[in-house]
C-alpha cells in the first residue's frame, strides 16, 4: 500500500512539474512588437513606452521587438511585419497609429493590436490605450497659475495630434481654475522640433511668460533649453529629466504610459483582455504630479498643499476637469 502511495505521489509531482514548465514555456513564448515614433531614448514619449515595452519582457518573460523612429509611410508596413513575424501583440505608440492598426488588424484577425493615446477600437482585435490627457494638463496648468510672478504662463506642444491638443487645453483650464485673470499662452508647433520648440519658448518668455510647460517627444528638450537659458522655471509631460535639466525643470505631470502599457499586456497575457477603448487618468494612478527633488524646495509649501488638493478632488469626482474646458 505504501508503494502504492508512493508511486501516485511521484505521478503528482512530475504531473505538477510539467505544468509549471508548461506555464512557463507559455510565458516566455509570448511575443510582442512595439512600433514608436521617436527613438526609445528620447527622454519622453518614446522612452516611456520602450519602458513598458522592457517590463512585459522582464516581468511576463515575452520576447520583445521594437522599431524607432517610425515614419508616417512606414506605419502599416511595420505593423504587418511584426504581424508576419508571429508576434501576439503589436503596440502601435502614439494616435498616429490608429488607421494603421485598424488595417491590418482586419489581416491579422488573431494578432492583438494595442494603439496608444487613441479611442480606436473594432471590438474584436484592435484596442487602445490613453491617459486622460485634460487631467495632466489642468494639472500643469493649475501649478504655473500658482508659481507665476507675472501672471503670464506658457505651453508648447509639438505634433498637432488629440492627445497634445487635449492637453494644452486642460493647462489653460488649470491655470484659469485657479485664477481666471492669468494669461495663458499657448502653440502647438505641428513638427517634433528642439530648435523650433526652444525658439517658440524663448518668444514666450519675450511676452513675459515666467514659467514654462513642454508637450512633446524629443522637442520637450527645447522648452527646457529656452527656459534655461533665460532663468524661468519649466514642467515636463510625461517625463521628466530632473538631473539634465537641474536648474529649469521644476515639476512634472507623469502620465505613466508604461504602466497603462504593462497592465494592458498583462491582461492579453491572462486571457481577461476585450478590444476596447480604455481612459486612464488619476484615479487609476496613471497620471500624478510630481516635484524635482533638486528644486523642491523653491514650491511653497501651500502650492503643494493646493495641488494635493485639486489631486484629490479629481481622484473624488468634485473636479470634473472635462466641465472647465471650452
Not at 500500500?1 to 514548465?21: P, Q, R, S, W, Y
Request: net charge negative; aromatic share 8%.
Amino acid at each position: 500500500m505504501k508503494k502504492v502511495l508512493l508511486l501516485v505521489l511521484t505521478l503528482f509531482m512530475a504531473i505538477a512539474i510539467v505544468g509549471c514548465d508548461s506555464a512557463v514555456k507559455e510565458k516566455s513564448n509570448l511575443k510582442v512588437g512595439m512600433a514608436l515614433p521617436g527613438a526609445k531614448t528620447d527622454g519622453g514619449w518614446s522612452q516611456v513606452a520602450y519602458t513598458g515595452l522592457v517590463m512585459i519582457q522582464d516581468e511576463l518573460g515575452a520576447k520583445i521587438s521594437v522599431n524607432e523612429n517610425t515614419t508616417p509611410a512606414d506605419y502599416e508596413r511595420v505593423l504587418r511585419d511584426y504581424a508576419k513575424d508571429g508576434n501576439d501583440i503589436v503596440i502601435g505608440h502614439g494616435f498616429e497609429f490608429s488607421d494603421a492598426a485598424l488595417a491590418v488588424g482586419a489581416e491579422y484577425p488573431d494578432t492583438i493590436f494595442i494603439v496608444t493615446s487613441s479611442d480606436v477600437t473594432n471590438n474584436e482585435n484592435v484596442g487602445s490605450i490613453s491617459n486622460f490627457y485634460e487631467q495632466a494638463g489642468f494639472l500643469k496648468g493649475a501649478f504655473a497659475a500658482l508659481m507665476t510672478k507675472t501672471n503670464i504662463v506658457g505651453g508648447v506642444g509639438g505634433l498637432n495630434i488629440p492627445p497634445i491638443a487635449n492637453d494644452m487645453k486642460g493647462f489653460e483650464a488649470g491655470a484659469k481654475y485657479i485664477n481666471p485673470n492669468v494669461k495663458v499662452l499657448t502653440a502647438i508647433l505641428g513638427a517634433d522640433d528642439v530648435n523650433q520648440a526652444k525658439e517658440q519658448t524663448l518668444t514666450f518668455i519675450g511676452q513675459g511668460a515666467d514659467i514654462l510647460m513642454g508637450n512633446a517627444n524629443a522637442a520637450s528638450q527645447g522648452v527646457y533649453l529656452g527656459a534655461e537659458e533665460k532663468g524661468k522655471y519649466s514642467i515636463a509631460s510625461i517625463f521628466a529629466e530632473y538631473e539634465k535639466f537641474d536648474e529649469t525643470l521644476i515639476a512634472c505631470a507623469p502620465a505613466d504610459m508604461s504602466k497603462a502599457i504593462f497592465q494592458t499586456v498583462e491582461t492579453i497575457q491572462n486571457g481577461n483582455y476585450e478590444a476596447e477603448f480604455e481612459l486612464m487618468g488619476v484615479k487609476q494612478d496613471i497620471i500624478d504630479f510630481t516635484y524635482s527633488p533638486i528644486l523642491e524646495s523653491q514650491v511653497p509649501d501651500d502650492v503643494k498643499d493646493k495641488m494635493a488638493e485639486i489631486k484629490g478632488k479629481i481622484v473624488s469626482g468634485e473636479i470634473d476637469v472635462l466641465n472647465f474646458i471650452k
